[in-house]
């Protein structure tokens, strides 16, 4: 059984205490009989919202092999140290050996620094994006420009045909 833990460490701690405390929580873990299968440190992020007056925090990903006691082991050292302000422990049903979307994203972005290129596919794909909706924007306005004359029509082809009628009916009583 795989659970994967992720916890928040307040962003007042530095990087390497958060290692430092990871490396404990392994540690934990290991002694309960369980073992760490994956490790991802995602660095200090934004929050979706203010925690303790905090706007930022150390995500670390751990994602555990073993016992639901290692699991109980992990959450409470968790719970006992001050310095995580968060934490969310889910149970998988299959593991996976690539990286989080997250860390995968990171490493794009610094892949492509080292590179020189300042674009990222997301740009790449919105300039796709754009120029697709410029060659499609003359056949739009086309249609906007056909479909506004016919609107004009439609009332006047109305109205000739009720001056028609009433000219026929004219012509009938006369």
Same mark, same amino acid.
């Given at each position: ?15 390497e205490?958060t ?18 299968v ?37 959450e ?48 790449? =794909? *919105?300039?796709? /994006? &754009? $120029? #697709?909706? @410029?060659? %499609?924007? +003359?056949? !739009?306005e =086309? *249609?906007?420009? /056909? &479909? $506004? #004359?016919? @609107?004009? %029509?439609? +009332?006047? !082809?109305?109205?000739?045909?009720? /001056? ?5 009916? %004219?012509?009938?009583?006369?």
């Open positions: 059984m795989y659970y994967e833990t992720i916890f928040i460490v307040n962003p007042d701690v530095s990087q205490n290692e430092s405390i990871t490396d404990n929580f392994v540690e934990r873990v290991e002694k309960a009989g369980g073992r760490i994956k490790r991802e440190y995602w660095g200090s992020r934004p929050l979706a919202y203010s925690i303790t007056k905090r706007k930022r925090g150390h995500y670390v990903m751990l994602v555990t092999d073993g016992e639901p006691k290692a699991v109980e082991t992990l409470q050292a968790i719970r006992l140290d001050e310095r995580i302000m968060r934490f969310l422990t889910t149970r998988l049903t299959e593991l996976s050996d690539e990286p989080s979307p997250l860390v995968r994203r990171r490493s794009t972005a610094a892949a492509q620094e080292e590179k020189g290129d300042d674009e990222t596919p997301a740009t790449e =794909e *919105a300039k796709a /994006e &754009a $120029t #697709e909706a @410029a060659a %499609e924007a +003359p056949a !739009a =086309e *249609a906007k420009v /056909e &479909a $506004t #004359e016919a @609107a004009a %029509e439609a +009332p006047a !082809a109305k109205k000739t045909k009720a /001056e028609s009628a009433k000219t026929s009916g %004219e012509e009938a009583g006369s």
